[in-house]
């Protein structure tokens, strides 16, 4: 059985057939920007889509079809990518895995506290069945629904207590939240130097964001406030001349305690004309928190200070919930632990709970312990519950979700995963690997793009796309077992299987006298860990997934390093020193560079300024009467208003994800015809947008300015991506390659220390050896590059390796080894040790 593909054409693929076997463990390797994603992702999961509308009697528009001949034998497809879900501060680990909804449940039910009356300890009532427990879980068809706020009599004294529900220990809820932060652990307070310019006055727009419109409307109301209550208000002199009470008029409004307590015996103006002002201060929270938009509320941010609950500490929850222990911790403490820590937390919960409640829970809990270990067995079991989920990196996120389908038990499905291993230190690899064998014995196609050596030698089929990246690529190089993929002379891939492919790429420097010293770093899981990190070299910082890299790396040295140079070289805290040896720090990790689809490699890194320029400055442009402003598909002018420039349209499928399709005016050209009629040599704006870095870089080989930024993004391996490819769909290496090429366009020069954070993530190991070269390049001009690192390769081409671990989260955060790559794998203690020498005995 197959899944039979012939003539597929999207983007650079060159007319390909192919077969993948069904029910098998298969992978799509290749150079990066071979066409892996763009036959997996573009033209078979969409094509999956289509068909799937298709059954259901939807009608899909335009464009919606990949270029394929045809595609025959699919299965319901369900793809499981890098990219993040959730950037909602209220969402954590705990929440997005549903974890926390089931301990939630089990505190309810086995939860011990002290009466608030008597203070003897006084355990949950349990005359509760178990379908009562079962109502208060998400995931039941009454799961919205909250069990009556109850009370039964304290054993000992007798007096009335509040019956708990599961809503008590959440965050998200009235019942369990910290009333003064609502549950997020940070409170906002306006910065009213950002809102307001006292130098101005009213009427010359001292307030930010007012403009006529609002100063004839809301100056009207406050003058109308201040005859109300009996007190001058003028809107033409500087703010900073008012007195306290039209200051808090302004700021908080009349209905504000502040101002209500200097006019006790007058009532409130009833409408906004007669004065019934709400104060600039007051509005601009109202909005803040009502408001559900994520770029709403993004832009008021920018006038707030973001500041610790004074009430709870950041703990989020009210403090009489924090008494409420099961299992010999409150529920606050359990969110802190990691997944690993809560399963044995789990497995010790029987010996403390009362048999009544813990026969209720019984059920819940091993679903429980199920859910727990199948993350684990993903490889992310170092996670802690409360950590935000917008901090979890694109494979971690990769991991939660695989193991969410493999719980599902569904059969029959092709399964796209892009990367699995992205971010995971090579000791966890077969963890991975046992999971997606696990969902192809269940019946189902895995498809798989992927790098890694051991994911590929654990696979059923490889299918190896090349030979090169961008136009070069497109082709199947090679497809079947290992074997015939090592004996395909024409295969990169295959070399690199053989272990023939590794050479070193530059020439290691001695150690260095000068460095930078880290004392007592205490920060997330480090354990007050000592460290000096060589200046002037190339330096990795390894170990396995949450041993606390990106904690010494971003959470302590880059803040450090940024506050002492924002500061005017004064250093804050006394536990680092070298710093003054730097001139800059220049932090690129894999944060995404935004999710505006309107960004991409070209305007990042103001590429396109210099390609409009040259646009304008055609004959033909000047004789239209164009300018370089026409060439932009951001501003109105030359770009086509139905899509406003993108060249596509959002389709709202209501239950289901909108879908996208080419704008039907411009074809998914983005501009009107006057400007598309100009060309540079045969090609127009919208033709430039389509091509690789690759060819850019051979069509503009005359052009100096603009072949010098091309020549630095082709470097760090990123030739293939597309100009106009949204910087939304990158992957964290690609942005992170992308941020360090608009660096090098404008380099700090030497004696500068660059951080990066797995800068390797999504290249093959051939891509990879570019990188090494830039590296290198840095440190030859007197930098110092700290590098955050799982592949072998790059590690065994540093100068100097700090291994953290032993182990993740609670267990990690100690310094390992330290040394020469060499010197590391003589460490019997080291993992990462033992990978480098199992990789150096067989080159």
Known sequence: MFINIKGAKENNLKNIDVQIPKNKLVVFTGLSGSGKSTLALE????????????????????????????????????????????????????????????????????????????????????????????????????????????????????????????????????????????????????????????????????????????????????????????????????????????????????????????????????????????????????????????????KIEKFLIRRECPECHGIRFRAEILEVKAGGVNIKELLSMSLISVAKWLKMLPDSAAPEGWNIVRQIAADLENRIHRIIDAGAGYLSLDQPASSLSAGEWQRIKLASVVGSGLTGVLYVLDEPTSGLHSRDTGRIIEVLKRLRDMGNTVIVIEHDAEVMKAADYIIDFGP????????????????????????????????????????????????????????????????????????????????????????????????????????????????????????????????????????????????????????????????????????????????????????????????????????GRRYQKQVLDIRYKGHNISDILELSIDEALALFADEKNIAARLQILQEVGLGYLGLGQSTATLSGGEAQRLKLAKELQGSAGGRALYLFDEPTTGLHPHDACRLVHVFDRLVKLGNSVVVIEHNTEMILESDWVIDLGPEGGNEGGEIIAQGTPEEIMKNPCSYTGKILYGLSSRL
């Open 43 to 298: 033209t078979l999961q969409r094509e999956c889509q289509r068909q799937y509308m298709e059954s259901m009697g939807m009608t899909m528009e335009m464009g919606s079809r990949p270029k394929v001949e045809s595609i025959d034998g699919l299965s319901p497809a369900i793809s499981i990518n890098q990219h993040q879900t959730s950037n909602n501060p209220r969402s954590t680990v705990g929440t997005v895995t549903e974890i926390s909804a089931y301990l939630r449940v089990l505190f309810a039910r086995l939860g011990e506290r002290p009466c608030p009356h008597c203070g003897k300890m006084i355990a949950q009532n349990y005359n509760d069945t178990e379908n009562a427990v079962y109502s208060e879980m998400p995931d039941q068809e009454a799961g919205n629904m909250e069990l009556y706020e109850d009370t039964f009599p304290c054993p000992h004294c007798g007096r009335q207590v509040v019956e708990l529900t599961a809503s008590h220990f959440s965050f998200n809820k009235p019942q369990g939240a910290c009333p003064k932060c609502r549950g997020i652990g940070v409170v906002n307070s306006p910065d009213i130097s950002l809102l307001i310019d006292k130098s101005k006055s009213i009427r010359e727009f001292a307030v930010s964001g007012w403009d006529q419109v609002f100063i004839d409307r809301y100056g009207t109301s406050m003058l109308q406030a201040a005859r109300h209550y009996g007190f001058e208000m003028d809107i033409d002199i500087p703010v900073n001349r008012y007195n306290d009470v039209q200051m808090e008029l302004l700021l908080y409004g009349v209905l504000s305690k502040q101002f209500q307590k200097r006019f006790p015996d007058i009532a409130p103006p009833r409408t906004v004309p007669e004065g019934r002002f709400e104060g600039v201060v007051t509005g601009l929270m109202r909005r803040y928190l009502d408001n559900n938009s994520a770029g709403a509320r993004q």
């Open 468 to 667: 090169g990246a961008g136009k070069d690529g497109g082709r199947i190089v090679a497809c079947g077992s290992v074997q015939e993929i090592i004996s395909c002379k024409e295969s990169i891939t295959g070399k690199y299987l053989l272990n023939s492919f590794y050479q070193p790429k530059r020439n290691k420097l001695p150690d260095s006298k000068d460095y930078i010293g880290i004392r007592n770093a205490a920060v997330n899981n480090l354990k007050n860990i000592n460290v000096n990190i060589p200046l002037g070299r190339l330096v990795t910082v390894t170990g396995v997934s949450g041993s606390g890299k990106s904690s010494l790396i971003f959470g302590y040295l880059a803040e450090a390093a940024e506050a002492y140079f924002h500061q005017t070289k004064k250093n804050s805290t006394p536990d680092i020193s070298g710093l003054e040896k730097l001139t800059a720090v220049v932090s690129i990790d894999q944060q995404s560079i935004g999710r505006s689809n309107r960004s991409n490699a070209a305007t990042y890194t103001d590429l396109f300024t210099d390609i409009r320029d040259l646009f304008a400055s055609l004959p033909q442009t000047k004789a239209g009467g164009l300018t370089a402003k026409h060439f932009s598909y951001n501003v109105a002018g030359g770009r086509c208003e139905k899509c406003q420039g993108s060249g596509r349209l959002s389709i709202s499928m209501h239950f289901l994800p909108d879908v996208e399709v080419i704008c039907p005016v411009c074809r």
